[in-house]
């Protein structure tokens, strides 16, 4: 079955402080990958995508994310962290035939 | 932000009723989603469709069904409702790419 790990709970950082946070899926056939940012009390916004192509993306606010294929990891980055990115962070997967699976999250804290 | 809207937006309702929830887009994407948010479980996938009368199981689907009679509509329902069902429940629209546009979600409180 499809699955998603992320293995960060909850990370604080300081402001300007680089940012990894960690995503890996079992699914053997082609996917989609992409990460997901929800700020305190909103919904869940695309931050970015992987289909095909260059496996390093960039998204948006600065953020960027490499596809390791022979690892099955996402990871996500950020050079500097600003006190704006204070949110969770998720990982899914989409297996392209419709199912989008999450992972349990990363509750990111930037202290200013 | 893409045309998608839950209702209702809260609802408290008692133990062993049934609560059906209401999930409208109006951008004509084939891909409906039902989720639930619980703290330190992240997103899990309830039911899906994937086209009219299309419908699939998610990872917790025991104790909801669904029904999409409409390309815009996509219905939940909690056929007895109970306090494990106490949850934020988000709704989601997506082509095949996978990439998806959420309600605003749902708070669902069963006392």
């Known amino acids: 079955a499809q699955s998603v790990s992320q293995h960060n709970h909850h990370v604080i950082l300081s402001e300007a402080a680089s940012l990894e946070l960690g995503c890996n899926y079992s699914y053997g056939g082609t996917v989609n990958l992409f990460w997901y940012v929800q700020y305190p009390g909103q919904h869940l916004q695309l931050l970015l995508k992987?289909?095909?192509?260059?496996?390093l993306v960039k998204g948006i606010k600065g953020f960027e994310a490499e596809f390791i294929k022979s690892k099955f990891s996402f990871n996500l980055r950020k050079p500097s962290v600003q006190w704006s990115d204070t949110a969770e962070y998720f990982c899914a997967v989409n297996n392209q035939g419709g199912k989008l699976i999450f992972g349990q999250g990363t509750e990111l804290s930037v202290k200013p | 932000d893409a045309g998608i809207t839950q209702s209702p937006r809260h609802k408290v309702t008692e133990t062993g009723t049934p609560v059906t929830l209401r999930c409208h887009q109006t951008?004509?994407?084939?891909?409906m989603y039902w989720y639930r948010q619980d703290p330190g479980h992240g997103l899990r996938l309830i039911h899906y469709?994937?086209?009219?009368?299309?419908?699939d199981k998610g990872e917790v689907s025991d104790g909801y069904s669904v029904s999409r009679s409409k390309t815009e509509d996509f219905l939940l329902t909690l056929e007895s409702a109970t306090s494990s069902q106490t949850s934020v429940y988000f709704c989601?629209?997506?082509?095949?790419?996978?990439?998806?546009?959420f309600g605003q979600g749902t708070r669902l409180t069963v006392v």
């Open positions: 992987y289909f095909s192509g260059d496996p």
């Open positions: 951008e004509n994407h084939r891909y």
């Open positions: 469709s994937y086209g009219v009368k299309d419908t």
């Open positions: 989601a629209i997506s082509e095949s790419t996978g990439d998806a546009f």
